[in-house]
């Protein structure tokens, strides 16, 4: 099982950006998948998670502003981000929680983790 991030970048304060997160050699329609991030001396935290019926959850400080979605058969989960904000910036992860097909919020759930994609928001 492979997931790859992209669409990281640097953006200002009210801007957006489109994360992709394209998975390999899974069941994709079955499973949770979440996105997660990290900003610089802090802990992993969880942002949003999308079942494979499309059931949705978000942290409260992204929620309004930011959207996850997939596509089944691209195989393929995004995170637009809107309005964003400098405390925005870290690095964002996506994540698969095999074995769970509803929404999962826990990180230690996840068992199979992309390489993180690095945005940067300016003030």
């Known amino acids: 099982v492979q997931l790859q991030a992209s669409g990281g970048g640097t953006v200002q304060a009210g801007g957006s950006l489109r994360l992709s997160c394209a998975a390999s050699?899974?069941?994709?329609?079955?499973?949770?998948m979440g996105w997660f991030r990290q900003a610089p001396g802090k802990e992993r935290e969880f942002v949003a998670t999308?079942?494979?019926?499309?059931?949705?959850g978000y942290a409260d400080s992204v929620k309004d502003r930011f959207t996850i979605s997939r596509d089944n058969a691209k195989h393929t989960v995004w995170l637009q981000m809107n309005s964003l904000r400098p405390e925005d910036t870290a690095v964002y992860y996506c994540?698969?929680?095999?074995?769970?097909?509803?929404?999962?919020?826990?990180?230690?759930?996840?068992?199979?983790w992309g390489q993180g994609t690095l945005v940067t928001v300016s003030s």
């Open positions: 994540a698969v929680a095999q074995g769970y097909a509803r929404a999962i919020r826990a990180g230690s759930l996840y068992d199979v």
């Open positions: 050699g899974v069941t994709f329609s079955r499973y949770a």
């Open positions: 999308i079942t494979g019926s499309e059931n949705t």
